[in-house]
């Protein structure tokens, strides 16, 4: 099977790249100027986790609208798959962001307002696991999760939007700031190495979704088979 | 063709609420009772006094918005929840158009809230010896705050309704919704307070309306399928 | 108001792991009485409830005509009247309310004299029909929603269990109204009751 052979090289070039990322983290790139010792690395991790758990907030959107059209119960599994890998990297970006506000400011927590923003995905995550347990219809169960997905979508953006705009934060501005210029200036090695760790945990998404769509597919073709 | 206009089905089913809102009178007590109980809690343990003057206007918007969205929580999930559990949805789901079965609990949840807001607020002033420099202001936000509590609470409601029906699950998915809401009226509340001009008010404003109006918006698409499914 | 039939073609329902219903096939046609029999648990309810479209199939689908031309879904509930053991009417109303209420939603505004005389044929007295329903016996509280069900005088009726909690004389008065019904719309009845069996023109027995 060539597909199966792609499958395998990508597998291969994944990890090959993820090494290369870890490495060039850790030895490469250098440290940022005005960070406590080597503490700036973390955002080659930090950084591309965030942006994986928004991510998969999107392809959980997408798979949800999709769902409520089709009602194919391979698009609820999307949604589903996408939320899960969603609660594990906002946990993650929680968390090193969280001990990188320790070193930094001796405090693990500042009520930042991506703090807050990223708390509150995880909520949102943690939310939509909650009302998929409590529903055993399977269909009632997808057009309930898929609903909620959109109404907590609708909320973001005046999470991340509206109310950080009104603190001061401690983060440093976006890559592209909201003038849409390059407002970090970072060393172009870090900036390098944060970009390719970007792809590398793009890639990791990724593979990781398709891992469990594939599965549910699995699950679904042996179902019907049982029943036919 | 249906016989009914849409207008005449949600007034029936906002007249229905009502009249047996009049009777039960369940979803008022507990509002209500919640509502009185933390504010008596908090205005003796606290009262005008025990807080330094240049807190007062973070700390007293902030725990006048605490008593109002507790008390609120406990009652506004009712609207849903007690038709599953009194076994009428499916009765009113034949009979009625999804829309109209938003758009009645959706204003039926409006009036309690409406009820709520104009018992606890100047009680609370009263209490607290909150000053309130913007009367019109805190109106406004408090008219905003409650179009846009309404409408979140209501499509939450209806979501839990069809899942397990349980006040925690109401609290979890209300939650990360409502988070961003009230951190908008408190900071409406504290401008309101601190200034007469109503335009203080407005940033704050924009933010509740079109938070609001999104979740409404959204929410009459979403709900026939949370209705039906 | 015009005959619908309601076709339905190898409807199956799972709950989780569970399969309650599988590859069920028939047709309720107008005119006629489907009786849907079997132990229970065999699926009668939920059944009904797909048939209703108040329950999505797992597969399988249901389709609505009149005549060659098929009803769309958002038109299924205006043709249908329902009753069933997990369908109540509300309490903190009268029964006259009620159905007063339902009436106005369905665009089908009954004078309070024709309300009455619709719960008087299903047994319920005149000197009951302004109490609240909260304090109904169960078998009146049966009447209330038959009458609900019938009020607006459907195309399709589908009765689950129409004579529980009911006496002989609520037995007839059911007996009566599927009489009425049988000869314009297309009933369906779920039961297990011998006597009401014996009502159906046409017979699908589900097993467990």
Redesign the interface.
């Given at each position: 099977m060539t597909d199966n052979r792609v499958r395998t090289a990508l597998h291969w070039l994944l990890g090959g790249w993820m090494l290369l990322v870890i490495v060039a983290a850790f030895f490469w790139a250098p440290s940022a100027v005005g960070f406590k010792g080597e503490s700036s690395r973390i955002v080659f991790f930090h950084v591309p986790q965030a942006w994986v758990a928004v991510l998969a907030f999107c392809v959980n959107l997408v798979a949800s609208l999709r769902y409520l059209r089709t009602?194919d119960p391979l698009d609820d599994a999307r949604a589903a798959a996408a939320a899960r890998l969603g609660l594990v990297f906002s946990l993650l970006a929680t968390v090193t962001g969280s001990i990188f506000a320790n070193v930094m400011w001796n405090s693990f927590w500042n009520w930042d307002p991506r703090e807050v923003s990223i708390a509150i995905l995880l909520l949102v995550y943690a939310a939509y696991f909650a009302l998929r347990e409590a529903v055993?219809?399977?269909?009632?169960r997808a057009s309930l999760s898929a609903a909620y997905a959109i109404l907590a979508f609708v909320t973001m953006p005046f999470l991340v939007f509206v109310v950080p705009r009104i603190y001061w934060s401690l983060h440093p501005d976006t890559i592209i700031g909201a003038t849409g210029k390059l407002k970090l200036q970072m060393e172009s090695r870090m900036l390098q190495t944060l970009f390719g760790s970007l792809v590398g945990f793009t890639g990791l998404f990724v593979w990781l979704y398709t891992l469990d769509v594939r599965l549910a597919r699995v699950r679904l073709a042996r179902r019907e088979r049982e029943?036919a | 063709m249906?016989?009914?206009t849409l207008l005449?089905?949600s007034l029936?089913?906002l007249?229905?609420e009502l009249?047996?809102e009049l009777?039960?009178r369940v979803a008022l007590n507990a509002i209500g009772l919640f509502g009185l109980t933390t504010l008596i809690a908090v205005a003796y343990q606290i009262g005008p006094y025990q807080i330094q003057e240049q807190d007062r206007p973070y700390l007293l918007s902030a725990l006048l918005w605490i008593i109002l969205f507790f008390a609120a929580t406990s009652g506004l999930s009712r609207v849903f929840v007690k038709e599953e559990d009194?076994?009428?949805a499916?009765?009113?789901?034949?009979?009625?158009r999804p829309l109209?079965v938003f758009a009645g609990k959706y204003l039926f949840n409006l009036i309690l809230l409406s009820a709520l807001f104009s018992l606890i607020v100047p009680l609370y002033c009263a209490l607290m010896s909150y000053r309130v420099r913007g009367v019109a202001g805190l109106a406004v936000v408090l008219a905003a705050g409650a179009v846009a509590l309404a409408s979140t609470s209501t499509i939450v409601a209806a979501i839990i309704a069809r899942a397990s029906g349980s006040t925690t699950l109401f609290a979890i998915l209300s939650v990360p919704l409502v988070l961003p809401l009230l951190v908008m009226l408190i900071q409406g509340t504290r401008a309101a307070a601190a200034s007469a001009e109503l335009a203080a008010v407005l940033p704050a404003l924009q933010g509740i309306v079109s938070l609001g109006g999104a979740v409404l918006t959204v929410s009459v698409y979403l709900f026939p399928v949370v209705w039906?499914? | 108001m015009e005959a619908i039939s309601v076709e339905f073609t190898k409807v199956?329902k799972?709950?989780?792991a569970r399969?309650v219903l599988?590859a069920v096939s028939g047709t309720l046609r107008p005119g006629e009485v489907l009786v849907v029999a079997g132990p229970n648990g065999a699926g009668k309810s939920t059944l009904l409830n797909i048939l209703?479209?108040?329950l999505?199939p797992?597969?399988g689908g249901v389709a609505y005509r009149r005549g060659d031309e098929e009803v769309p879904r958002r038109e299924w509930?205006?043709n249908?009247g329902?009753a069933?053991p997990?369908?109540?009417?509300?309490?903190?109303?009268s029964a006259i309310?009620n159905l007063r209420?339902?009436g106005?939603?369905?665009?089908?505004a009954l004078a309070d004299g024709a309300l009455a005389e619709l719960l008087e044929t299903l047994g319920l007295p005149v000197r009951e029909h302004h109490r609240?329903v909260g304090t109904y016996s169960s078998g009146m509280k049966q009447r209330v929603?038959l009458a609900?069900a019938a009020l607006h005088a459907p195309a399709v009726l589908l009765l689950d269990e129409p004579s529980s909690n009911l006496d002989a004389a609520g037995h007839e008065a059911v007996a009566a109204l599927v009489a009425r019904f049988r000869a314009r719309a297309a009933v369906a009845v779920a039961t297990n009751d011998p006597r009401e069996i014996a009502w159906g023109d046409a017979r699908l027995d589900l097993a467990l």
């Open positions: 009602r055993p219809d399977e269909e009632r029943e | 249906r016989a009914s005449s089905e029936a089913v007249g229905k009249t047996a009777r039960s009194a076994h009428t499916k009765t009113l789901r034949l009979a009625a109209a039906h499914d | 199956g799972r709950f989780g399969a599988a209703a479209g108040v999505r797992s597969r509930f205006e249908l329902m069933s997990d369908m109540a009417v509300y309490e903190e109303l309310e209420f339902f106005r939603l369905r665009g089908h609240a929603k609900q």
